[in-house]
């Protein structure tokens, strides 16, 4: 989650080297979030993005390197553009990072995204065709709502949780109530901060 000289920003998505039936291939989509150890991934400015310390920093970077596809909802989208692009002293390589990579943003009425390159996918369709093309791992952060569609339609792969050492008692949560799911731990990393990334499967 590269630009291009042509046309980057497109309101009606395309998929060079969209993968056939003979192929049966598909992408990996990565929910990755950071959550507290109460389960919750929104209650307002509980974390700040470099409060894991800079270890944690890496084990983001190094996830940035194996994706290249960045899946947002809208809400969280315009947040980082109107954000991220304007941080000209930032250190950490998340707004070069940001600047560069495709950005996929799933949304029934934005019309002109306006940071480049994105693409604007009007429903869950669009991120199944997504899945489906040639590329690296899709990376989905934030976006609560475009979250839990994603899971409700068994369109996620792998789970990274950076779980933080925090208790926030209430917030919105991963899972919604009432949803099971059995998961496979594949990995656990734990930071010198008190921050632990677990991957699930």
Known sequence: ???SDVETTRTTPTYPGEATEEDNLMRDLIVTQNITVDGVIGAGDWFGPADGGPDVLEAVREQSARADAFLTGRHTFEDMRDFW???TDDTTGITAY???VHK?????TLQEPGWE???VLRGLDDVRKLKEADGRDIVCTGSIQLTHQLIAADLVD???LFVYPTVVGSGRRLFVDGTPHKLRLTT???FAGGVVLLTYR
Request: aromatic letters at 8%.
């Open 158 to 160: 792998e789970y990274r």
């Open 85 to 87: 692009p304007k941080q």
């Open 117 to 119: 390159p994105t693409t």
């Open 188 to 190: 656990s990393r734990a």
């Open 104 to 108: 996929y943003v799933v949304s029934t």
């Open 98 to 100: 940001l600047n560069q």
């Open 1 to 3: 989650m590269c630009a």
